[in-house]
């Protein structure tokens, strides 16, 4: 598979109302020179062909001389559809839900069904040289490649994709809005559980039962032993990129930066991911495998567990520096059943050979006994947790 380079997606939930009206005036003024131009080029195509005409002369049965006349300009070869491609007439856009860098993710439904839609702007003509779109549209291309071919009920359902089309339009109170024809897009199931983070944020202050905890846990290591065994790294493993159904089920999405996983280890290196979920070896620049992985899931688990941000009073280069000259990790509250803490400390080990198997994980995690309603405090301990922050968020 065609390597590219190691930019990745976000979706950061940013709806302001200027920016949207910035966004549309962008998307009317980026439509309509899209539709001048289109007119242009089709002017001059009849123009330059209307006059190219051929005679050919034929017999009938009667003997008799005929002239069949041929156009050039009626000889138009239909591009094939690819088997992930949509037919994007079957695709009304709705509004925004979360906008990133590169574009947004907005509600929309495809042929009946209720799906999001990521959509990548890669700015205006002019404003990115032609490698970086032809890089840009090459990390598009390894993202449907990767997700087309999954499916599994805790990896996000993927519908398909389209690249480069002027047929998209989104349908805003004042009417459908064009897009301009650089747009590519990825249109999936829509999980109206919203992201796993958000769902963690909301659970602050009171946490979530024992019994919750592990059964999101068990949903996320499912999913990353499913990718693991087709050969897939996702390498942005965090609780932002786990979407919720409507039951409460996680399902992985965004494959912006996965890749199918080198034979020779030498062969993925790059700092690639998020940094508080990165594993020493990715922050290092040294080569790594599908066990980055796995170090982000202990990360993961800790935040599911505890439903709160990992080294949150430290920059971004303390982060780097710590975690892979000193061994930080995130504390462990002392409530947290042993059963769980082995988990997370056995997936962010230092050394990658010492790390589990993610069909491990889902093992060790199947075992533990949750039918005690949440045992947040082994029952050979004193009761009273005073380990959270007194004040955790707003």
Known sequence: MEKSSDGFVRADQIDLKSLDEQLERHLNRAWTMEKNKKKEEDSTFINNNSNNSSSILSTNNNG?????????????????RKEWEIDPSKLTIKSAIARGTFGTVHRGIYDGLDVAVKMLDWGEEGHRTES???????????????????????????IGATMGTSELQIQSDNGPIGMPSNVCCVVV???????????????RRRKLAFNVVVQLALDLARGLSYLHSQKIVHRDVKTENMLLDKTRTVKIADFGVARV????????????????????????????????????????????????????????????????????????????????????????????DKRPEMEEVVSMLEAIDTSKGGGMIPVDQPQGCLCFRKYRGP
């Open 189 to 203: 199931e829509y999980l109206p559980g919203g992201a796993l983070k958000g769902y963690l944020i909301k659970n």
């Open 64 to 80: 008799l001389n005929l002239i069949t006349t041929t156009t050039t300009a009626t000889k138009i070869v239909k591009k094939e």
């Open 261 to 352: 996983e080198a034979s020779n280890p030498n062969d993925m290196t790059g700092e690639t991911g998020t940094l508080g979920y990165m594993a020493p070896e990715v922050l290092n620049g040294s080569p790594y495998n599908r066990k980055c992985d796995v170090y982000s899931f202990g990360i993961c688990l800790w935040e599911i567990y505890c439903c709160d941000m990992p080294y949150p009073d430290l920059s971004f280069s303390e982060v780097t520096t710590a975690v892979v000259r000193q061994n930080l990790r995130p504390e462990i509250p002392r409530c947290c059943p042993s059963s769980l803490a082995n988990v997370m400390k056995r997936c962010w080990d230092a050394s990658p």
């Open 132 to 158: 970086e779109i032809a890089t840009l549209r090459a990390d598009f291309t390894q993202e449907v490649a990767v997700w087309h071919k999954l499916e599994h009920p805790n990896v996000t359902k993927f």
